[in-house]
């Protein structure tokens, strides 16, 4: 499932995964000055897996929906992309499939190294079993 490059490199079209509209928003402005091609806003709403879902699928989607306006503020012809999975590091490189991006761009969630190790560490996912680029955008408060 390798992701062959477009005429357009590494930026022609980007996979933007985002949380909420100001991790949506933070994270288009991040991306903004390498002057994307395409981008494609992914929210990735967490399954379960047997037990309760950690947000009700409603909420989910309209933070999704928020998230969307977000990005298209900064690209007003960003495409939306809705994803399901129990696993998100997984989920997201699925999406990228789906969509045909030529990378993955993501700004770092913060928090610190227990809630990172609780939490999956989606960033070293992200960044050590990824099929194509990950791009790990700079963090306004430079962590």
């Not at 950690?54 to 989607?61: A, D, F, L, R, Y």
């Not at 007003?76 to 992309?81: G, K, L, N, R």
């Not at 997201?92 to 789906?98: C, K």
């Not at 227990?114 to 996912?125: A, C, I, N, P």
């Given at each position: 499932m390798t992701s062959e490059p477009t005429d357009e490199g590494l930026l022609g079209h980007v996979l933007l995964p985002v949380t909420d509209e100001d991790d949506a928003l933070a994270t288009a402005k991040a991306?903004?000055?390498y002057e994307p091609s395409s981008v494609t806003a992914l929210h990735v709403v967490e399954k379960g897996g047997g037990v309760p879902d950690?947000?009700?699928?409603?909420?989910?989607?309209e933070l999704a929906t928020e998230a969307y306006a977000a990005v298209r503020t900064v690209f007003?012809?960003?495409?939306?992309?809705t994803a399901y999975g129990r696993d998100v590091a997984e989920t997201?490189?699925?999406?990228?499939?789906?969509v045909d991006a030529s990378a993955i761009a993501y700004r770092s969630r913060g928090g610190n190294r227990?809630?990172?190790?609780?939490?999956?560490?989606?960033?070293?996912?992200l960044v050590t079993n990824s099929d194509r680029p990950v791009i790990a955008l700079p963090r306004e408060d430079g962590t």
């Open positions: 991306l903004e000055p950690k947000t009700p699928v409603e909420q989910s989607e007003p012809d960003a495409s939306e992309h997201i490189f699925e999406a990228a499939a789906e227990l809630m990172q190790f609780l939490s999956g560490d989606v960033s070293l996912k």
